[in-house]
């Protein structure tokens, strides 16, 4: 196989974000596209097959532009980058960088990082209901709490609603002290945290006291009608199929509702229906729902999250393939028995 080799120009200003700490990032680069990188000045060489140094080339392409606007690149970019060049998916990391949804309060953009990130983002301006599905760390919540806040700001809503079962993730915290309120607030504090993150914890005070936000468990939604409102319900994996039944009936005129769920991370009782699994069944048909499946690709806390969420989705698989071929053999150990 003849060697090619190829010049990236990388301007030096921007040489240590894209190169990162100590190389790391060339490092990887050169171990996923077997090419061998060589710095000279402001040019990177790279040597390898054709279609390699092809590859390195769009690569660098979209880290420089990513750079260029500011990005400080990360691991995560950096493969998904990859990623996306492996798998052949003609969109940039540069085309998801553009849309921005809003600034938290210290002026940091909100946007979408995966392209799974921006087809959630893209189904919320498009349906009137949208279920977000995927394991921890995929912006299920954040992403959707700032499409809230950014309706509410360009009023097109009037109020935001944010909810979610009241249930305890895996252990018994006995009674809780305090008023109503206290005894409600450490199962809402995620969505406590993304609100004070991107509105501020005055401007979200202020709303609150005038009712323009709120803040309550799923139960507080019996009864109600809900028009003119940004509505998130977040953990729905922990809802009965009574309940989630009762808050998709609550929904009213010029509504916009945004569920989220970990099907893997559910803390019902042991034998007990989720809600949310009946609810994609019975309305999987219907054109003016949307459903986004996220993906351990679309992990973007620490990229160690991204291999943990990696590893239980394939255990999970192995064991149900192994349960799958006990129970088949264990029916034909009792079919062969039945002849005799």
């Given at each position: 196989?003849s060697?090619?080799?190829?010049?990236?120009?990388?301007?030096?200003?921007?040489?240590?974000?894209?190169?990162?700490?100590?190389?790391?990032?060339?490092?990887k680069?050169?171990?996923?596209?077997?090419?061998t990188?060589?710095?000279r000045?402001?040019?990177?060489?790279?040597?390898?097959?054709?279609?390699?140094?092809?590859?390195?080339?769009?690569?660098?392409?979209?880290?420089?532009?990513l750079?260029?606007r500011?990005?400080?690149?990360?691991?995560?970019?950096?493969?998904?980058?990859?990623?996306?060049?492996m798998?052949?998916?003609?969109?940039?990391?540069?085309?998801?960088?553009?849309?921005?949804?809003?600034?938290?309060i210290?002026?940091?953009?909100?946007?979408?990082?995966?392209?799974?990130q921006?087809?959630y983002?893209?189904?919320?301006?498009k349906?009137?209901?949208?279920?977000?599905?995927?394991?921890?760390?995929?912006?299920?919540?954040?992403?959707?709490?700032?499409?809230?806040?950014?309706?509410?700001?360009?009023?097109?809503?009037?109020?935001?609603i944010?909810?979610?079962?009241?249930?305890?993730?895996g252990?018994?915290?006995?009674?809780?002290?305090?008023?109503?309120?206290?005894?409600?607030?450490?199962?809402?504090?995620?969505?406590?945290?993304?609100?004070?993150?991107?509105?501020g914890?005055?401007?979200?005070?202020?709303?609150?006291?005038?009712n323009?936000?709120?803040?309550?468990?799923?139960?507080?939604m019996?009864?109600?009608?809900?028009d003119?409102?940004?509505?998130?319900?977040?953990?729905?994996?922990?809802?009965?199929?009574a309940?989630?039944?009762?808050?998709?009936?609550?929904?009213?005129?010029?509504?916009?509702?945004?569920?989220?769920?970990?099907?893997?991370?559910?803390?019902?009782?042991?034998?007990?229906?989720?809600?949310?699994?009946?609810?994609?069944?019975?309305l999987?048909k219907?054109d003016?729902?949307?459903?986004?499946?996220?993906?351990?690709?679309?992990?973007?806390?620490?990229?160690?999250?991204?291999?943990i969420?990696?590893?239980?989705?394939?255990?999970?698989?192995?064991?149900?393939?192994?349960?799958t071929?006990?129970?088949?053999?264990?029916?034909?150990?009792?079919?062969?028995?039945?002849?005799?």
């Amino acid at each position: 196989m003849s060697m090619n080799e190829v010049l990236i120009e990388i301007p030096s200003e921007y040489m240590g974000n894209i190169f990162g700490q100590f190389d790391v990032h060339l490092k990887k680069i050169e171990k996923t596209l077997g090419v061998t990188l060589v710095v000279r000045d402001d040019h990177l060489k790279a040597i390898g097959s054709e279609h390699s140094c092809k590859d390195a080339q769009e690569l660098f392409a979209q880290l420089l532009a990513l750079a260029k606007r500011g990005n400080e690149i990360t691991e995560q970019n950096v493969n998904y980058a990859l990623s996306l060049l492996m798998e052949h998916r003609g969109t940039s990391l540069v085309e998801i960088d553009r849309d921005i949804i809003c600034h938290t309060i210290n002026g940091k953009p909100v946007k979408p990082k995966t392209m799974g990130q921006k087809e959630y983002v893209d189904a919320i301006r498009k349906k009137m209901i949208v279920f977000g599905l995927g394991p921890a760390g995929t912006g299920k919540t954040y992403l959707a709490m700032a499409m809230a806040i950014t309706a509410f700001k360009n009023e097109e809503v009037s109020r935001i609603i944010l909810t979610r079962p009241a249930i305890e993730a895996g252990e018994k915290l006995g009674f809780l002290p305090g008023d109503l309120q206290s005894k409600v607030d450490p199962y809402l504090r995620p969505l406590y945290d993304a609100l004070y993150q991107i509105m501020g914890a005055d401007s979200f005070q202020r709303n609150m006291e005038k009712n323009l936000i709120e803040v309550a468990p799923l139960a507080y939604m019996r009864g109600r009608t809900l028009d003119n409102a940004f509505i998130i319900l977040d953990e729905a994996q922990n809802t009965t199929p009574a309940q989630m039944k009762m808050f998709l009936t609550r929904i009213g005129f010029g509504s916009k509702v945004v569920i989220t769920g970990d099907a893997t991370q559910k803390d019902l009782a042991p034998g007990a229906t989720s809600g949310l699994d009946i609810a994609l069944r019975v309305l999987a048909k219907i054109d003016d729902i949307g459903i986004c499946r996220l993906t351990s690709q679309d992990v973007v806390r620490h990229p160690l999250v991204q291999k943990i969420v990696q590893a239980y989705d394939d255990y999970e698989k192995k064991t149900i393939k192994s349960e799958t071929k006990k129970s088949g053999d264990a029916g034909e150990k009792k079919k062969r028995g039945g002849k005799r």
